[in-house]
């Protein structure tokens, strides 16, 4: 079985410039989540997705932050203009139920760790 | 969702159990306990989760106290590949992480 794919696995820009990140969840995944780790800490939920509607973005800084998940498949994040402080490395990952169904695990991908320059 | 306490870190030496502790006193009764690591560079890795009773797989054990306010992971011979942090969530809504606890494995 496949399993969460992103990229790009690394980049770097320079502050005030935009960037976007790809996931491709698991086949057959409704729940789609992107988190944002900095370093040394936890990950920190930024938006989940439910198909191809949001469920939960309250940590999400929508005034540079933006995410989309059209057709409920593969998901973007976007980060414009990019702040030195937006460098982390950010996560997706995905289940087959929501989180709120109790049972299930989430899958998560590699990462992708950008550089705010 | 329910938040959990962890200690921030524990260490174990090579083939010993390792006892996680995670602290979930304000857990609803419809909300599973979730435990993921993360090994450096490395998204997290689901390990195991549980209602109420115990459970075991291939990875590790979950005991979860009766009034599941608490709840330890064991990793029953702990090896150097089991270096990493360990998050404990209580989930029902959302899967939001704390700081963990960085378990090291030593020699």
């Known amino acids: 079985e496949a399993g969460v794919a992103q990229s790009p696995r690394y980049k770097i820009i320079e502050k005030r410039q935009s960037v976007a990140f790809w996931c491709n969840p698991i086949s057959g995944h409704a729940t789609l989540y992107w988190y944002q780790q900095i370093l040394g800490q936890g990950p920190k939920l930024l938006i989940q997705f439910q198909n191809n509607g949001v469920v939960d973005d309250s940590q999400l800084p929508k005034d540079r932050f933006s995410a989309e998940r059209l057709k409920g498949v593969d998901s973007t994040l976007k980060i414009q203009p990019a702040k030195l402080e937006d460098s982390a490395v950010y996560l997706c990952?995905?289940?087959?139920?929501?989180?709120?169904?109790?049972?299930?695990?989430?899958?998560f991908g590699q990462g992708t760790r950008l550089t705010v320059v | 969702d329910a938040k959990t306490t962890q200690p921030t870190s524990m260490d174990c030496a090579e083939g010993r159990a390792a006892n996680l502790p995670c602290n979930h006193s304000?857990?609803?009764?419809?909300?599973?306990v979730y435990w993921y690591r993360q090994i450096h560079s490395q998204g997290p890795q689901y390990i195991i989760h549980g209602l109420k009773n115990n459970e075991t797989n291939e990875m590790a054990s979950l005991i979860i106290t009766e009034d599941r306010k608490s709840s330890t992971l064991i990793l029953p011979h702990a090896t150097l590949r089991d270096t990493a942090v360990y998050y404990c969530?209580?989930?029902?809504?959302?899967?939001?992480f704390g700081a963990g606890t960085r378990l090291t494995v030593k020699p």
């Open positions: 990952a995905s289940s087959q139920w929501p989180s709120g169904a109790g049972d299930t695990e989430a899958f």
């Open positions: 969530i209580a989930n029902n809504n959302d899967m939001r």
């Open positions: 304000t857990i609803s009764g419809n909300e599973y």
